[in-house]
């Protein structure tokens, strides 16, 4: 008998090397903005999201904020853009829950970048 995965969440990826990259605020509460790109840390990866750690406040709490997110997780450069869910302090470093609107083929992009660093032995699947 088969046994189905009645999983409701989607698996996460936790990156065992935490990757740097630059994000940038594109809206606060709809209002467009130009911000310096922010040193960004990658921590953890889903299919519908990531959870990043920001050395500054964005006061994601009361507002929405879209970002984008320029990264090289091994082969090919990803571009995703989302917005900000949550925050959280931890260690000194601010950290954020991205829901990410995936562009044409965006997910299917990840997802092969997600296998190659799972075979490499960098991800944790949780």
């Not at 809206?27 to 750690?53: E, F, M, T, W, Y």
């Not at 900000?84 to 829950?97: M, V």
């Amino acid at each position: 008998m088969m046994t189905q995965n009645r999983r409701k969440t989607p698996f996460r990826y936790v990156l065992k090397e935490p990757v740097p990259f630059e994000l940038h605020i594109l809206q606060i509460n709809s209002q467009s903005v130009k911000s310096k790109p922010l040193q960004a840390l990658l921590l953890d990866l889903s299919s519908s999201g990531c959870r990043l750690s920001l050395p500054v406040d964005v006061q994601a709490d009361h507002q929405e904020i879209r970002v984008s997110i320029h990264m090289l997780l091994h082969e090919e450069p990803l571009y995703l853009e989302g917005t900000l869910k949550w925050n959280r302090t931890e260690s000194g470093r601010y950290h954020y829950g991205v829901q990410i609107e995936f562009p044409p083929n965006g997910r299917d992009q990840l997802l092969r970048e997600l296998r190659i660093l799972a075979s490499k032995n960098k991800i944790i699947i949780t």
